[in-house]
């Protein structure tokens, strides 16, 4: 019986540690950037046209301009990536944006990317594990204010078989 | 004897136990108020106003605050090359709006603040639209210039004046200086056509007396004998 209580006791000392260190260890920091990369291993056929799609998120309640912004004074999403050993890439193929209004300029329709938009990259890549470095380059905005633009560095991952 | 004192040190235990899991229980109570107050604070909300909406001023990331602080200096050239500093308005209202040829809401409230900028001359007012997309070219500025109707100057920034005013990581951004040099307030993101005007007129209150500029004061008495003319 005693030992049974002190093996409670001691669970309920290390939970409570436990969950403490959670607390202290939770994460308050606050995202950087208002899009993130979604770095999914992904597997090709060697020396075969492929296309690796590159994920991206768009924090709730943000956008950012799609690749043809609707006016030449809006900064586009531009993603840049590096030349790679054994990897041939084409031209990205960029999503199509979505209609959006700001409410207080109902008549002027921006042209943006929210929640999750993919990025096509086609390659032909040598058999073997790859990886391109990157960057994304974005200027996003909420429903009343805009956040001047920022640059996403990426590393893109996949292996060809 | 032995068995009382197990027993004891067994309760003890559980004592501290149960005391750290309420602190535990405290603590993530706090951090989650704290972090609703956080999320709070960053809310936008669209308020509907005379058939168009607006979005409430937002915190998010608005840098350091600027509040009750000597609104820092600065010496600018206009889009036609003339230099205008700060100090040019000394005793003078201002308010200082950042600006940039990709920000949308910014294009909103710039044609009411050139409406302001008329209504309340009178008073002194002047107002300074500070361009923060410098390399977007002095050709893309003047064309928003052109299509917001706005009159007021117009500077061009030169990356240490975003720094003096706390990192601009949002915009648009106001920055509300009274008479005294002084930010009255400070705002982050579009706000109603009400909130602008009611924090001019705060502005416009605060600071003590006006000291005119000979110039100003010319265009207030001529505003002045305008009115009255009128009511006349």
Known sequence: MNLRAFVIA???????LG???????????KPKGYVTFAPEPQVVKAGKA?????????RDGFHVNSH??????LIPTVIKLQPADGVKAAEVVYPAGTKFSFSFEPKEKLDVYTGTFIIKLPVVASAGDHTVEGSLHYQACDTAACYPPKTLPIQVLFTAK | MDDVKRMAFVVGLMVVGISLMLWAGWHNLRERKLAMQRAQESKVELIPQ???????PTSEGDGPKMKGKAAPAFTLTTLDGKKVSLSDYKGRPVLVNFWATWCGPCKVEMPWFEEFHKQYAAQGLEILGLADDVDAGKDAIAKVVTKTGVTYPILLTDGKVQTAYGGLEVLPMSFYVDKSGTVVVQTAGLGTKDEIETNIKKTIASGGAAS?????SKAVVAAGMLQTAGAR
């Open chain 1, 68 to 73: 043809t912004p609707s006016s030449e004074l």
């Open chain 2, 212 to 216: 005119l500029a000979p110039s100003v």
């Open chain 1, 10 to 16: 001691g669970v309920m000392v290390a939970g409570a």
């Open chain 1, 50 to 58: 492929s296309v690796v799609e590159l994920r991206f998120q768009v």
């Open chain 2, 50 to 56: 005379g058939g168009a909406a607006a979005g409430g």
């Open chain 1, 19 to 29: 969950l403490g260190a959670q607390q202290f260890g939770g994460s308050d920091a």
